[in-house]
């Protein structure tokens, strides 16, 4: 069993790999790099994040292949597709665990996971309440971060104290 991301990573990166060659699609360097990329960068990757990840490692990808590489992971099921309301999608790996949601920072973009387990033991409940069949559900709560709330305040505060 992978204990660390990275070892992690190379486990995704082997399922992706054939998961290629069960469907005779090319297993590319390229395809290789994104995915890795993916399963060992990091959680909520944009594009140019995958991008100058890739860079910062001395490897030159277009974005177009970038695009089409995560099309390709997303189909393949170990990666998926997030959008949240920022202009721009974020890809994750899909990992085994405990189904987690996400804090969407609207001033700084963060991004923070956290345990659903709660909400994992209520979902059903309401759904039957309302006569509602859950097949799936995702998380998420958008407002601000502690340091930009933190910030907020603080900028109040001193108006206060400069107005009185």
């Not at 204990?3 to 005779?24: K, Q, Y």
């Not at 990840?53 to 030159?60: A, E, P, S, V």
């Not at 292949?65 to 309301?85: C, K, N, P």
């Not at 409940?125 to 971060?145: N, P, Y």
């Amino acid at each position: 069993m992978a204990t660390t991301d990275a070892e992690a990573g190379r486990d995704l990166g082997e399922r992706f790999r054939r998961w290629l060659r069960e469907r005779h699609l090319p297993v590319t360097r390229q395809r290789d790099l994104v995915a890795l990329a993916v399963f060992t960068g990091g959680r909520h990757l944009s594009v140019d994040a995958i991008e100058r990840q890739l860079r910062d490692q001395g490897h030159k990808i277009g974005l177009a292949t970038i695009y089409r590489s995560l099309e390709v992971l997303v189909e393949s099921g170990l990666v998926r597709q997030l959008d949240f309301g920022e202009g721009f999608k974020r890809w994750e790996a899909k990992r085994q665990g405990s189904p987690h949601g996400h804090l969407v920072c609207a001033r700084c973009s963060v991004v923070t996971e956290f345990s659903t387990d709660r909400f994992e033991r209520i979902l059903p409940l309401v759904a039957d309440e309302h006569g509602f069949l859950l097949q799936r559900h995702r998380v998420e709560i958008h407002g601000l971060c502690r340091a930009c709330r933190d910030a907020e305040v603080g900028v109040l505060a001193r108006a206060g104290r400069q107005g009185g």
